[in-house]
């Protein structure tokens, strides 16, 4: 089908009369939701120039450094996959090839429109998971829904989460808020980052989490200090079916909310880098607020995760069983607000 360019790379584009949603068949990212009335599109965009993962090549590419996760940060945008691991390989795997959050962001995508929709498609070799993801827009809202085939002939555990990233000028420090359907809540159990200003390990209730200074720090608005770093997780409401996040600018009026099926992903991750890593290539200029939602309440390797098995009362991995089909549904909804939005509803 037609293709056009995103930031300098092959990119496939829907729209109606609100939304332009922009994907990438290199890694399969949803780059863009563009709201049309105002322009923006609340999905971060990196401030460095990317290339498709299909291509990187360490050699040629060494801007992206020398880590594991070269690969993903040569080609990450919006909103990424992270299938089947969320977090960084054992170090067999990586060996094997398997780099940070998996096949599903550095894969290459085959891309069709049809029925008003466009179907994205790939083949996760290492993983032994065909994955398809349909876009379907709707007035304002955009829904989604993904299935993983395994190809394996045996069970196994799972990582599989929805990496949604947000970014300036939708982002802006102490300005952009958040809500989200979050009950118990837990802080990343070890330093995340040299600026990490939350209490490690400490659990809490959303949206109140305990900083290292004795204060209790509100994750609704958006860190106001200049450099910082953190993750905490979130265990989704158990009194709802669904879950939800909004985030909303008080700069732009608007508002971008994702909603899915607790059972499909009972986690939310929140990942902040606020101008934190100096490294390639992020070089302590990166402003970005990940609202990561999955099977998993950390970004860890598979075998902490299955070890781990529960964390405030909820499973932290999921089954793909041998030879299977599982699918989950989401939307995205993207509109005007004078405030922010404090609930979603699956749309009818």
């Known amino acids: 089908m037609p293709e056009s360019k995103y930031n300098g790379?092959?990119?496939?584009?829907?729209?109606?009369?609100?939304?332009?949603?922009?994907?990438?068949?290199?890694?399969?990212?949803?780059?863009?939701?563009?709201?049309k009335r105002s322009g923006v599109n609340p999905l971060w965009s990196p401030p460095w120039k990317s290339v498709d993962p299909v291509t990187?090549?360490?050699?040629?590419?060494?801007?992206?450094?020398t880590g594991s996760d070269a690969r993903l940060l040569a080609g990450i945008m919006g909103h990424n996959l992270c299938l089947d691991i969320f977090g960084g390989p054992s170090a067999e795997e990586e060996a094997s090839g398997i780099t940070p959050h998996g096949e599903g962001s550095v894969v290459a995508f085959d891309v069709t429109e049809g029925n008003g929709q466009l179907t994205m498609r790939a083949l996760m070799p290492l993983a032994q998971i065909h994955f398809?993801?349909?876009?379907?827009?709707?007035?304002?809202?955009?829904?989604?829904?993904?299935?993983?085939?395994?190809?394996?002939?045996?069970?196994?555990?799972?990582?599989?989460?929805?990496h949604v990233t947000l970014g300036p000028p939708f982002l802006e420090n102490g300005k952009t808020q958040f809500r989200a359907s979050a009950g118990k809540s837990k802080v990343f159990e070890s330093e995340f980052g040299t600026d990490a200003y939350l209490k490690t390990g400490a659990e809490f209730e959303w949206p109140l989490a305990p900083g290292k200074d004795g204060t209790y720090k509100d994750l609704r608005v958006m860190n106001l200090a200049p450099v910082s770093s953190g993750y905490t997780a979130h265990a989704m409401d158990e009194s709802r079916e669904t879950a939800f996040f909004t985030a909303w600018s008080p700069t732009s009026k608007v508002s971008v909310g994702y909603i899915w099926k607790r059972a499909d992903f009972p986690w939310l991750g929140i990942w902040e880098e606020n101008r934190s890593r100096t490294g390639s290539p992020w070089?302590?200029?990166?402003?970005t607020r990940g609202m990561e939602f999955?099977?998993?309440?950390?970004?860890?390797?598979r075998k902490e995760a299955v070890e781990r098995g529960r964390m405030l009362g909820v499973p932290t991995f999921r089954w793909l069983p041998?030879?299977?089909?599982?699918?989950?549904?989401?939307?995205?909804?993207?509109?005007q607000a004078d405030a922010p939005v404090e609930n979603l509803d699956w749309p009818a």
């Open 56 to 65: 990187f090549d360490s050699a040629k590419n060494p801007e992206f450094g």
């Open 132 to 162: 398809e993801r349909r876009i379907e827009l709707h007035g304002n809202a955009v829904r989604i829904v993904e299935s993983a085939e395994s190809l394996a002939a045996f069970d196994r555990p799972i990582g599989w989460t929805q």
């Open 322 to 335: 041998a030879g299977t089909r599982v699918e989950a549904e989401y939307w995205v909804i993207v509109q």
């Open 9 to 35: 790379r092959r990119a496939v584009t829907i729209e109606n009369a609100n939304l332009h949603v922009i994907v990438l068949p290199g890694g399969g990212h949803i780059a863009g939701i563009v709201d």
């Open 294 to 301: 999955g099977a998993s309440p950390y970004p860890e390797s």
């Open 283 to 287: 070089n302590g200029v990166s402003l």
